[in-house]
C-alpha cells in the first residue's frame, strides 16, 4: 500500500522537485499539489491524502494557517510541515498548528523520506537541521 501525498509548496520548482525525488519510492504516491494554503484545504478535502507536505511559508494562506482547516476537512491527514526556517518558534508554531513533523529544505535530500514515512505512521519526526521545541 502506498502512502498518497499532497505537496503544498509556492515554488513550481521545488513541487517538481519533491515529486520527482517521491517518484522513486514504491511506496509513495504523489496524488496532488498545492501553490498556497487554500489550494491547499480545497485539494485536501477532494483527495484526503495521507500525509499533506506543507510549506509553512505561501502566499494568500500560510501553511500555518491552513493546517487546521485541513484537519477540519481531511481528519486523517497527516501533516509534515517543511520549511527554510528552524528556529525553535517557526517549529513550535507548526506544531501546535496541528503538524506531526517538520522539515528543513536543506535537508529534504537526507530526512524527507524518513519524515514522510514517520508522519504517514503518526509519529513526530525532525529533520536534522531542525531546533527541536522543548515540548517535544
Do not use: W
Amino acid at each position: 500500500m502506498s502512502v498518497r501525498i499532497l505537496v503544498a509548496e509556492d515554488s513550481a520548482l521545488v513541487r517538481y522537485s519533491v515529486r520527482s525525488l517521491l517518484q522513486r519510492y514504491p511506496d509513495f504516491q504523489v496524488v496532488g499539489e498545492a501553490c498556497d494554503g487554500f489550494q491547499a484545504i480545497d485539494q485536501s478535502t477532494t483527495l484526503q491524502p495521507d500525509v499533506v507536505l506543507l510549506d509553512v511559508s505561501m502566499p494568500n494562506l500560510s501553511g500555518l494557517g491552513a493546517a487546521p482547516r485541513i484537519h477540519e476537512v481531511s481528519p486523517e491527514s497527516k501533516i509534515l510541515m517543511f520549511s527554510q526556517y528552524g528556529s525553535a518558534n517557526v517549529v513550535t508554531a507548526a506544531m501546535n498548528a496541528g503538524a506531526l513533523g517538520y522539515v528543513m529544505k536543506s535537508d529534504v535530500g537526507r530526512d524527507l523520506v524518513n519524515g514522510l514515512r514517520a508522519t504517514s505512521l503518526g509519529r513526530r519526526f525532525f529533520s536534522s537541521g531542525v531546533t527541536t521545541p522543548n515540548f517535544v
